[in-house]
């Protein structure tokens, strides 16, 4: 991981400048990339993004920030507006107009980073469909994981079981919607089906990026249950027993991803209906407790470095931007 200076290009007539607050570090997506496993020939799928997953790469797609300075054709965006762009880690920025996505009012900024997981999680919960009374297992809660647990509360589920190696995440799994969070070891040993009535849940959504935890998943459901996978595994082998439950309890695996909307909902759901609604329940969320860390950017190889090898000590880490906005110098950075 280095810092960069970079040219920032002049204002457009349809641009904004923006100049960035905090960015959110994704310990899934992101933490795939700073390995190193990500599939060879993948193609990058922002148009913020520069270099390639065979590296160097400028990554990130959770910043925001407030409106510095608008292109003369601009009408729906002004100078002082807080927004959250699909931006890398940046201080200073130029994009379109189109892309700002602007903030509530009532929402304190610096919580706008996590407007791309609610999307997410959101996609996630339509994929997923629970019904009414319906018993779910979610399987990782990392940021995602946790944001899932939230908007289940809100469909009428009946039971939330959260499933975490992590203790601290376990505990505010609970805070925020589960009903009961319970270690890995815990789902080894039949809990989740104890806490069932003996058929185990309805639906499992496995959110941890772990393989193991998928096939933990497929045996928690109970026969025509479904298991929606929503991590991205990169080059990590996915091992799966299927000679068994899966077989014989007509289990579905639905995949769930953000770039794209079940067709099934089509045309009702829009990609611009689904991003209005997770920025709609940005204010109504517990998002504060979820940021762990907080790095300056000139601070960000420490940030990398303990998401990277102390994931027990992190749920939400940020990279904030209040000192490099000194060096701006007109047109670079």
Same mark, same amino acid.
Request: net charge negative; aromatic share 6%.
């Given at each position: 991981?280095?810092?960069?200076?970079?040219?920032?290009?002049?204002?457009?007539?349809?641009?904004?400048?923006?100049?960035?607050?905090?960015?959110?570090?994704?310990?899934?997506?992101?933490?795939?990339?700073?390995?190193?496993?990500?599939?060879?020939?993948?193609?990058?799928?922002?148009?913020?993004?520069?270099?390639?997953?065979?590296?160097?790469?400028?990554?990130?797609?959770?910043?925001?920030?407030?409106?510095?300075?608008?292109?003369?054709?601009?009408?729906?965006?002004?100078?002082?507006?807080?927004?959250?762009?699909?931006?890398?880690?940046?201080?200073?920025?130029?994009?379109?107009?189109?892309?700002?996505?602007?903030?509530?009012?009532?929402?304190?900024?610096?919580?706008?980073?996590?407007?791309?997981?609610?999307?997410? @999680?959101?996609?996630?919960? +339509? #994929? !997923?469909?629970?019904?009414? /009374?319906?018993? *779910?297992?979610?399987?990782?809660? %990392?940021?995602?994981?946790?944001?899932?647990?939230?908007?289940?509360?809100?469909?009428?589920?009946?039971?939330?079981?959260?499933?975490?190696?992590?203790?601290?995440?376990?505990?505010?799994?609970?805070?925020?919607?589960?009903?009961?969070?319970?270690?890995?070891?815990?789902?080894?040993?039949?809990?989740?089906?104890?806490?069932?009535?003996?058929?185990?849940?309805?639906?499992?959504?496995?959110?941890?990026?772990?393989?193991? @935890?998928?096939?933990?998943? +497929? #045996? !928690?459901?109970?026969?025509? /249950?479904?298991? *929606?996978?929503?991590?991205?595994? %990169?080059?990590?082998?996915?091992?799966?027993?299927?000679?068994?439950?899966?077989?014989?309890?007509?289990?579905?695996?639905?995949?769930?991803?953000?770039?794209?909307?079940?067709?099934?909902?089509?045309?009702?759901?829009?990609?611009?209906?689904?991003?209005?609604?997770?920025?709609?329940?940005?204010?109504?969320?517990?998002?504060?407790?979820?940021?762990?860390?907080?790095?300056?950017?000139?601070?960000?190889?420490?940030?990398?470095?303990?998401?990277?090898?102390?994931?027990?000590?992190?749920?939400?880490?940020?990279?904030?931007?209040?000192?490099?906005?000194?060096?701006?110098?007109?047109?670079?950075?």
């Amino acid at each position: 991981m280095e810092l960069r200076d970079e040219v920032v290009p002049r204002v457009g007539s349809h641009d904004v400048r923006v100049d960035a607050i905090a960015s959110a570090i994704s310990h899934g997506t992101e933490m795939l990339v700073f390995r190193g496993q990500i599939p060879d020939g993948l193609e990058l799928d922002l148009p913020t993004l520069r270099g390639s997953f065979a590296f160097p790469i400028k990554y990130g797609y959770a910043s925001v920030g407030r409106i510095a300075e608008v292109g003369a054709d601009v009408g729906h965006l002004a100078v002082g507006d807080a927004v959250f762009v699909h931006h890398p880690h940046q201080s200073t920025y130029v994009v379109p107009a189109a892309m700002p996505i602007r903030l509530p009012d009532s929402l304190d900024p610096i919580l706008g980073v996590f407007l791309a997981n609610v999307e997410t @999680a959101t996609n996630i919960v +339509l #994929d !997923a469909a629970p019904r009414l /009374g319906e018993r *779910v297992a979610v399987f990782g809660q %990392g940021v995602v994981g946790l944001l899932i647990t939230q908007l289940l509360r809100r469909t009428g589920v009946s039971l939330i079981i959260a499933v975490d190696p992590l203790a601290r995440r376990r505990e505010l799994a609970c805070q925020v919607g589960a009903d009961v969070a319970l270690a890995p070891a815990e789902v080894a040993a039949g809990n989740i089906r104890a806490l069932s009535d003996e058929a185990g849940v309805d639906l499992a959504i496995e959110a941890s990026g772990n393989a193991a @935890a998928l096939d933990q998943a +497929l #045996d !928690a459901v109970t026969f025509g /249950g479904t298991v *929606v996978v929503c991590s991205w595994y %990169g080059t990590k082998p996915v091992s799966l027993t299927l000679g068994g439950a899966f077989h014989r309890r007509r289990l579905r695996i639905v995949s769930s991803q953000v770039s794209t909307i079940d067709a099934a909902l089509q045309p009702r759901w829009t990609m611009q209906r689904r991003l209005a609604l997770a920025r709609d329940l940005l204010p109504q969320l517990e998002l504060k407790s979820l940021i762990s860390h907080r790095f300056s950017v000139e601070q960000a190889g420490a940030a990398f470095v303990l998401v990277d090898e102390h994931a027990d000590q992190t749920v939400q880490v940020l990279l904030t931007y209040a000192e490099a906005h000194a060096g701006y110098k007109g047109d670079s950075v």
